[in-house]
């Protein structure tokens, strides 16, 4: 005898992961943008490809504001944005941030939707976080994953920096850039930033906390004002002696590889073979902390560096300058 099978209505057969992949998708994909990034043409360039860069970017304020990264927008001619409901736009850039890879784009459109900022200091390991973007041009493309771990370090295009990025294994291809990472609450935790060549389920994203604290400086200023020297480095590890005599806690320091000329390292009279070992209260073991001690607030302050210079220990006073825009 056979008994009659009844479909199950879609809403029985979607599963708690499905259910979550897919309200955090309608939550957010609406705001999902594509980006197109026309370069200014060098001589002799031709064909279409041979001057535009593409990735992604998603909307976070109704009035036309775009969270995108810095290097999709990167020497760009002129921006153009697809929404996702299929409208064409100019965009401004508002302002970039190299150091953290962070862009502001503005377009003037009627009845946008924008994504909320979720809290990327309560993620944990294990939880459950989608990618949109649009990965070799596939519009609104959909991966799922797992945040595989927080608090990593990635070095930006220009080699600075960036902390507290999450890792995860949601798959990102060439044109994800840019694109939101989002909770299973429908609420964009990252931006998506970069992959490893040729690795497997190794993806990266700015955390939206970094973002929220560039934010407000892009928006005032277009740009984020850091500290300057003057001074190209390394890091360096110190022999044990060198610790010993000096009393330094430290087990590194930043080697002065050169200076750049009339630039305030050079007007104090800090010298290429240099090791800086302090900022004010601030032990120096590597190029990172120097560059996290030249913040805006230190623009226009005067600060003691305490160099290594043979065996003997000086201290330096410096006047610290705005950085160059890049």
């Known amino acids: 005898m056979q008994f ?41 360039s031709s064909g279409p490809g041979s001057d535009a860069g593409s990735g992604s970017g998603f909307i976070f304020a109704s009035d036309g504001l775009i969270l995108t990264n810095s290097h999709v927008v ?35 459109a009627a009845e946008l939707s924008s994504a909320a900022f979720g809290d990327s200091r309560a993620l944990r390991p294990g939880q459950l976080v989608i990618a949109i973007g649009n990965p070799y041009g596939f519009q609104h493309s959909v991966t799922a994953g797992v945040v595989s771990a927080l608090g990593r370090s990635l070095r930006a295009r220009n080699g600075r920096l960036i902390e507290q990025v999450i890792q995860t294994d949601a798959a990102l291809n060439p044109g994800n850039s840019g694109g939101p990472l989002v909770a299973s609450d429908g609420r964009v ?51 044990r002696r060198v ?16 200076l750049e000329k009339g630039a305030p390292a050079e007007r104090s009279g800090i010298e290429a073979g240099d090791l800086v070992v302090s900022f ?25 560096l ?14 610290i300058e705005e950085r160059k825009s890049t």
Do not use: M
Request: aromatic share 2%.
């Open 280 to 304: 004010d209260d601030l032990a120096i073991e590597s190029l990172d902390d120097l560059h996290r001690a030249l913040t805006e607030a230190r623009i226009g302050t005067t600060v003691r």
């Open 74 to 108: 990167e020497s760009a001619a002129r921006v153009e944005v697809t929404l996702a409901d299929g409208r064409d736009c100019d965009a401004d850039i508002v302002g970039r941030d190299p150091d953290t890879d962070v862009a502001v784009l503005k377009i003037s």
């Open 189 to 239: 935790v990252g931006v998506n930033t970069a992959i490893i060549a040729g690795g497997q389920g190794l993806s990266f994203s700015v955390p939206i906390s970094t973002v929220t604290t560039v934010l407000p400086a892009l928006l005032r200023d277009g740009r984020v004002r850091r500290g300057y020297l003057g001074i190209a480095g390394q890091s360096v590890p110190l022999l």
């Open 306 to 319: 305490a160099v290594l210079r043979g065996a003997e220990r000086r201290e330096v006073t410096v006047g």
């Open 243 to 258: 610790t010993r005599f000096h009393k330094l806690t430290q087990t590194g320091a930043v080697l002065v590889t050169s």
């Open 4 to 44: 009659p099978i009844r479909p199950l209505p879609d809403a029985e057969l979607l599963d708690a992961y499905s259910r979550a992949v897919t309200g955090a998708v309608d939550a957010v994909a609406p705001s999902v943008v594509s980006i197109v990034a026309g370069r200014a043409r060098s001589a002799g």
